[in-house]
T-cell receptor, first 113, second 113 residues
């Protein structure tokens, strides 16, 4: 079945460091890909998405490119801030009506000043 | 900004008891979902609901679970005869259409003792 694998955390960085969180997927067909973020004490929020190959999703300085050839959707940010500390989830949706999201395990990011 | 609300935020229940987790999806959304996250594990899909019936469910969603939309606003998850392993964070989500952004509630932390 469809699945998402993302790098294990926690990831600990200093402010202004470069961030990469790896995500790869297995899916039949052409899924949509998502990154969700969960700040402490809050629910999941959509960070960015891409719906087809070579699309780049971006938001709040974060970027991820849908790479069909490597089945990847790695999350990057050039300069992290303390406020980026959160849990990041990679997810896919199989693009059928009402189909649920399939999530990775989540990666905890901790940024120190 | 419209949001998905869940109550209660934390529920403690005795093993074998029934619990009802409540969600108010965004008012013009048509698809509703329940997910759960056992501590330290990935977010798992339980069930999706559309047009007053279940549209998809996972293997986790067995006869112990049921969902209901008792009125025009609430969406509930009932867990009968709770077990210790039902302890998890339960998230409700809604989408306006198939494959549009899923909005998540803040979650209900269920602890079965």
């Amino acid at each position: 079945g469809d699945s998402v694998t993302q790098m294990e955390g926690p990831v600990t960085l200093s402010e202004e460091a470069f961030l990469t969180i790896n995500c790869t997927y297995t899916a039949t067909g052409y899924p949509s890909l998502f990154w969700y973020v969960q700040y402490p004490g809050e629910g999941l929020q959509l960070l960015l998405k891409a719906t087809k190959a070579d699309d780049k999703g971006s938001n709040k300085g974060f970027e991820a490119t849908y790479r069909k050839e490597t089945t990847s959707f790695h999350l990057e940010k050039g300069s992290v801030q303390v406020s980026d500390s959160a849990v990041y989830f990679c997810a896919l949706s199989a693009n059928q009506a009402g189909t649920a999201l399939i999530f990775g395990k989540g990666t905890t990011l901790s940024v120190s000043s | 900004e419209p949001e998905v609300t869940q109550t209660p935020s934390h529920q403690v229940t005795q093993m074998g008891q029934e619990v009802i987790l409540r969600c108010v999806p965004i008012s013009n959304h048509l698809y509703f979902y329940w997910y759960r996250q056992i501590l330290g594990q990935k977010v798992e899909f339980l069930v999706s609901f559309y047009n007053n019936e279940i549209s998809e469910k996972s293997e986790i969603f067995d006869d112990q679970f049921s969902v209901e939309r008792p009125d025009g606003s609430n969406f509930t998850l009932k867990i009968r005869s709770t077990k210790l392993e039902d302890s998890a964070m339960y998230f409700c989500a809604s989408t306006k259409d198939a494959n549009t952004e899923a909005f998540f509630g803040q979650g209900t932390r269920l602890t079965v003792v």
